[in-house]
Nanobody
Framework: VQLQASGGGLVQAGGSRRLSCSASGRAFINYTVAWFRQAPGKAREFVSAVKYGLGTKYYGDVAKGRFTISKDNAKNIMYLQMDNLKPEDTGVYYC????????WGQGTQVTVSS
């Protein structure tokens, strides 16, 4: 499966941004999908995920209460709605799909200004 992340950009602190990750090649419904992010000089960290099947959602501490993940299996796309953004949310956001193998998108830059 090929993943294409988009929606990044510059946003002021307190603002919102919605990231998208579109998939091609295989049906999205069979994949556990997730968002990770990487700030400059830091390790990549987990943001949120939707498990295949029941669609159980998981959130990392960085996302709880502010971010919402969703997945549209019919359109083969997933989203990350980010609200109340903070400067520490700045980084490159990557989408990932997993089903036996792990597939990564190319990342989209989010910059939150104070």
């Amino acid at each position: 499966v090929q993943l294409q992340a988009s929606g990044g950009g510059l946003v002021q602190a307190g603002g919102s941004r919605r990231l998208s990750c579109s998939a091609s090649g295989r049906a999205f419904i069979n994949y556990t999908v997730a968002w990770f992010r990487q700030a400059p000089g830091k390790a990549r960290e987990f943001v949120s995920a939707v498990k295949y099947g029941l669609g159980t959602k998981y959130y990392g501490d960085v996302a709880k209460g502010r971010f919402t993940i969703s997945k549209d299996n019919a359109k083969n796309i997933m989203y990350l709605q980010m609200d109340n953004l903070k400067p520490e949310d700045t980084g490159v956001y990557y989408c990932r799909a997993t089903m036996l193998y792990v597939y990564w998108g190319q990342g989209t830059q989010v910059t939150v200004s104070s």
